[in-house]
């Protein structure tokens, strides 16, 4: 993925694909960073791996769902890969800022995308289950 230099100084990075986000990203370096991967229980979600990038979600003037990369930002991107029909995590059913999930054309593998709050935890209730 090639980065362009904005007059700001920031980098665009048009993260759009079958696998992909379907986000832009801002960054302050040509260089994508890498997402942090760490297990998630804090989230009250057990046993599962998540990667994340921290930032702050916006929609652009021109409508694009963008995504800004800061060490102190109020969001968090959550990238959960999978494999095996009815592996995505519960993201499907929460109402984030943001929400992706990207497949193959069968359904067998695919990355769930989210974006929310830094301080969000995750609520099963009675009806969930």
């Known amino acids: 993925m090639t980065a362009i230099k904005l007059s700001e100084g920031s980098f665009l ?25 760490r297990e998630f229980s804090e989230l009250n979600i057990e046993g599962i791996y998540l990667s994340s990038l921290r930032g702050d979600y916006f929609v652009s003037k021109k409508g694009t769902n963008c995504f800004r990369v800061k060490e102190d930002g109020k969001h968090y991107l959550y990238c959960h890969s999978w494999h095996g029909r009815n592996a995505t ?26 974006i929310l709050p830094v301080d969000w935890k995750y609520q099963l209730s009675e009806e969930d289950i």
Not at 13 to 37: A, D, M, Q, R, W
Not at 94 to 112: F, I, K, T, W
């Open 89 to 114: 995590l519960p993201f499907s059913k929460v109402e984030g800022l943001y929400y992706r999930c990207a497949s193959s054309n069968g359904g067998g593998n695919g990355y769930d995308y989210i």
């Open 13 to 37: 990075h048009n993260c759009f694909g079958k696998y992909e986000p379907n986000l832009s990203i801002l960054t302050t370096s040509e260089v994508f960073p890498k997402y942090e991967t």
